[in-house]
């Protein structure tokens, strides 16, 4: 069992950069492929990236648009997600998520606000 707690999250100018923290605790922490997803109000949720085991191992959603960064952290039981060049679409919920597929979903942390400001 995972228990995911994300940080980071806030109000940020258009074209600026945010650092996203997700923590996890649990004894099975790196067994787990971890993500990032987002929901924006009334849209549904969004897949934005996933990483295995080590950092080399991630992978992206197409909204991505080579902006974003996902990161298992050297120290700790944390994975970044690192957004540059912001934008007010961006506006949403994220969410950090641990599971075993390659779309992990089968824990969830309680999501982060984001706004981005135009």
């Known amino acids: 069992q995972v228990q995911l707690v994300e940080s980071g999250g806030g109000l940020v100018q258009a074209g600026g950069s945010l650092r996203l923290a997700c923590a996890a605790s649990?004894?099975?922490?790196?067994?787990?492929?971890m993500g990032w997803y987002r929901q924006a109000p009334g849209k549904e949720r969004e897949f934005l990236a996933r990483?295995?085991?080590?950092?080399?191992?991630?992978y992206y959603g197409d909204s991505v648009g080579g902006r974003f960064t996902i990161v298992r952290g050297n120290a700790n039981n944390v994975v970044y997600l690192q957004m540059n060049s912001l934008n007010p679409e961006d506006t949403a919920v994220y969410y950090c998520?641990?599971?075993?597929?390659?779309?992990?979903?089968?824990?969830w942390g309680q999501g982060t606000q984001v706004t981005v400001s135009s």
């Open positions: 990483v295995g085991r080590t950092s080399a191992s991630s």
């Open positions: 998520a641990a599971g075993g597929g390659w779309y992990p979903n089968d824990y």
């Open positions: 649990g004894r099975t922490f790196s067994s787990y492929n």
